[in-house]
């Protein structure tokens, strides 16, 4: 590889950050925040004993890492982790665990290697535990975007690529939101670590007066993968996720989500607080085999 090039190093963790409406603005300030130099080299911080607008959590911690493993042969490491997590008297976690790593090889193509690391443990939302089953070897066996693309798709006749109905129906893709091989456009592709979490088909839960939970969510680019454990979609107003549910919303489904999300947490003392809308990230990580620029001077 020509030494006039030089690798520009990309990766980034946050344990937590968003806005919420509640009903005036308030900004949850990026915790735990880091991200790698340029350069590469070593980053980490750390928050603890957090008690403010809704939040509570004992441990926030964050790190990346980038350096070169061989000639021609660059990797970037991103963690977060987070202890006894609560938000807003209704979500809590007892841990969360997230690593994203990249291995990018300047002899061999344009796309890096990137896999995860995901775990959760002891996750509650108004008291009803929520067990994610995850599924990390479809991303360990399509660690480059056109890998992970090959596995989803299929050839149909007289139509080309098409995403495969299992995947389809796991990741609630619709028409259009997986790209053909011809047409890899800067869109990014959402996936998930979570396998569907029943009674719901897909990763995202709609929880009855709070809003929309997405469990290891992934968006996917070439050479870009970021993943976060947790992404909320606040909304006072969200009601039985009848439509996706398992068992195409039959009645039994939706008296057995009724019985286990009592909304208790969302009414009488806690109305003040709970937000009505507004989002927030939760242990989210990012790596990037990122490009080859040139060495300014030529020096």
């Known amino acids: 590889m020509s030494s006039d090039l030089i690798y520009t190093f990309n990766a980034s963790a946050i344990a937590l950050g968003g806005v919420v409406n509640n009903p005036s ?6 915790l735990a925040s880091i991200a790698l130099a340029p350069t590469g080299g070593l980053g980490s911080m750390v928050v603890t004993s957090y008690n403010r607008d809704g939040v509570l959590f004992d441990t926030a911690y964050s790190s990346v890492r980038g350096e070169m493993i061989a000639e021609d042969v660059y990797s970037t490491v991103a963690e977060v982790a987070i202890d006894n997590l609560t938000v807003f008297d209704t979500l809590h976690v007892d841990a969360l665990r997230a690593t994203v ?4 090889d300047l002899n061999a193509g344009d796309d890096a290697e990137i896999t995860f690391h995901a775990e959760y443990s002891g996750l509650f939302v108004d008291g009803f535990e929520i067990a994610p089953e995850l599924d990390l070897e479809l991303f360990e ?3 480059t975007y056109q890998k992970f693309l090959d596995e989803v798709t299929e050839d149909i006749q ?4 098409k995403a495969k109905d299992h995947y389809r129906e796991r990741f609630e893709w619709k028409d259009g939101d997986v790209p053909s091989p011809q047409d890899l456009t800067a869109k990014p592709l959402r996936a998930s670590v979570a396998k569907p979490q029943w009674p719901f088909r897909g990763y995202k839960l709609s929880i009855p007066k709070f809003g929309k939970i997405r469990l290891g969510e992934v968006l996917l680019k070439p050479g870009r993968r970021r993943l976060s ?3 909320i979609d606040f909304n006072k107003k969200e009601g039985f996720p009848i439509f996706n549910m398992a068992d195409d919303g039959s009645t039994g489904e939706t008296e057995l ?3 286990q999300f009592q909304p208790s947490a969302f009414t009488g003392s806690t109305s003040n607080r709970f937000p009505d809308s507004g989002t927030m990230s939760i242990a989210s990580v990012e790596g990037n085999g990122t490009p080859i620029w ?3 001077g030529g020096g």
């Open 229 to 231: 454990l947790l992404q």
């Open 141 to 143: 066996k399509s660690p």
């Open 101 to 104: 790593r990249s291995r990018r």
């Open 257 to 259: 989500l009724q019985q």
């Open 25 to 30: 603005r308030t900004v949850i300030p990026s």
């Open 158 to 161: 007289g139509q080309g690529k």
């Open 294 to 296: 040139p060495r300014s």
